[in-house]
Nanobody
């Protein structure tokens, strides 16, 4: 069982920045493929970014490229999402996901609200 706890959400003005963190349990964190997803009010959950276990391969949704950066610290069992140049349309609940051993695990989410 993998447990994920997100933090770092909050209220920020358009153009501002936030860094989200996701702390994971387990001894095999460096083997987890990690991802960030988000869900805006009235919309489905969408992928934001993903990173492999070593942290040397990342992928982003087109609308986030150049503004968001995913990274991880395997010594701390933590994955991060640095979000810059935030827009009102980035307002959503952001979720962390781990994929390991054929199973997926989700965190409880953290709210990000961007005021225009």
């Amino acid at each position: 069982q993998v447990q994920l706890v997100e933090s770092g959400g909050g209220l920020v003005q358009a153009g501002g920045s936030l860094r989200l963190s996701c702390a994971a349990s387990g001894r095999h964190f460096s083997s987890y493929v990690m991802g960030w997803f988000r869900q805006a009010p009235g919309k489905g959950r969408e992928v934001v970014a993903a990173i492999n276990g070593k942290g040397d391969s990342t992928d982003y949704a087109d609308s986030m490229k150049g503004r968001f950066t995913i990274s991880r610290d395997n010594a701390k069992n933590t994955v991060y999402l640095q979000m810059n140049s935030l827009k009102a349309e980035d307002t959503a609940v952001y979720y962390c996901k781990a994929l390991w051993n054929g199973r997926q695990y989700w965190g409880q989410g953290t709210q990000v609200t961007v005021s225009s």
